[in-house]
């Protein structure tokens, strides 16, 4: 491939790929699956962007007379000419930034959400109360609310509203989707992608892969409290505890999808045949870059210690 197919097709899979994805209705009957599908999308973007710098690497500093790499970037504008010169030039700088990005969105990422959860932490110890030794703090809050601080040291957090509004089983469904959370490290995938989100350049990114995500790793949840409890008592959970807020790092049982959640929970059970052709279109789409990556550079390096 070359480096215009590959910046092509990052493109393709940091804006307009996942629009198009995040419309589908598929996903809710193969949240697992989806999320797969999802992360293969965005390693793929990553991927080819990296891969079409290295390519217009290889172009702009093309071997001389004596078989070293060019002095300098304008060693090539002679073979090249100016106007593909200067596209390279511009999609090579596009993907060092697309580099610098990523390092510094994960660095900021793991760095801010885990000092905040840490504080959280800290407060939710101090003001809260412990049935036991174990993760679970109630808070003195009329309103019915219920939320984690992921991590090593998670916490799952409910007020008292909730549970003297919530029945015994329906606290049991809230508590199971919180530690669903916490187990699975749904925290770890919505870090991710905050940071591929932010990696790239703001006119050719969609927030649409950070959102999607955002309601399956929910949907996953749900789908461990409904094992445990049935989907009635979660149902009714979750309306109870809609308007509750949500802190930052958290991962909280109400938010913006309740009404979406609750009819899914009604609806038709997960596809096992949608889920397998998900992870058949992630494998494809993570392994098509890879090799076309992988074979040019095998075939030069056996070329090399081969002849």
């Known amino acids: 491939m070359s480096a215009l197919a590959f910046s092509l097709l990052a493109l393709l899979l940091a804006g307009p790929v996942p ?10 009957r193969a949240p697992r699956a989806a999320i797969v599908l ?7 973007a990553v991927l080819s962007a990296f891969s079409a710098g290295i390519d217009i690497a290889s172009r702009l500093f093309q071997p001389g007379p004596d078989g070293r790499p060019t002095a300098t970037i304008t060693s090539s504008i ?54 036991g030794r174990g993760q679970l703090r109630v808070l003195d809050v009329p309103q019915p609310l219920a939320y984690c601080v992921p991590g090593v040291r998670g916490r799952v ?14 606290v049991t469904a809230i508590l199971s989707h919180e530690r669903a959370h916490l187990r699975a490290r749904h925290d770890l995938v ?38 445990t409890t049935g989907p009635t008592p979660l149902a009714r959970a979750l309306v109870a505890c809609a ?5 930052a790092g958290a991962l909280a049982a109400g938010g913006t999808h309740t009404v979406l959640r609750i009819r899914r929970l009604g609806g038709a059970p997960n596809s ?34 081969f002849g």
């Open 19 to 28: 629009a198009l994805l995040a419309r589908a209705a598929w996903p809710l």
């Open 272 to 305: 096992p045949s949608l889920a397998l052709g998900a992870y058949l279109a992630a494998a494809a789409v993570l392994i098509v870059p890879t090799i076309a990556v992988a074979v040019p550079w095998l075939t030069e390096l056996r070329r090399l210690f």
């Open 190 to 227: 919505l870090e991710m992608f905050t940071a591929v989100h932010a990696a790239f350049p703001r006119l050719v990114r969609s927030a649409s892969a950070l959102d999607a995500v955002r309601l399956l790793v929910e949907l996953l949840a749900d789908d461990a409290a409904r094992r």
């Open 78 to 131: 002679g073979s090249l000419g100016w106007p593909l010169w200067t596209l390279y030039v511009v999609v090579l700088a596009l993907t060092l930034l697309v580099g610098a990005r990523l390092i510094v969105s994960v660095l900021r990422v793991a760095v801010e959400i885990r000092r905040r959860r840490a504080r959280h932490r800290m407060m939710l110890d101090l003001v809260g109360t412990s049935p």
């Open 243 to 247: 308007a509750g807020p949500t802190p």
């Open 157 to 170: 957090v409910v007020s008292e509203g909730a549970l003297n509004t919530l029945s015994g089983r329906e």
């Open 38 to 44: 999802w992360q293969a999308i965005a390693l793929a």
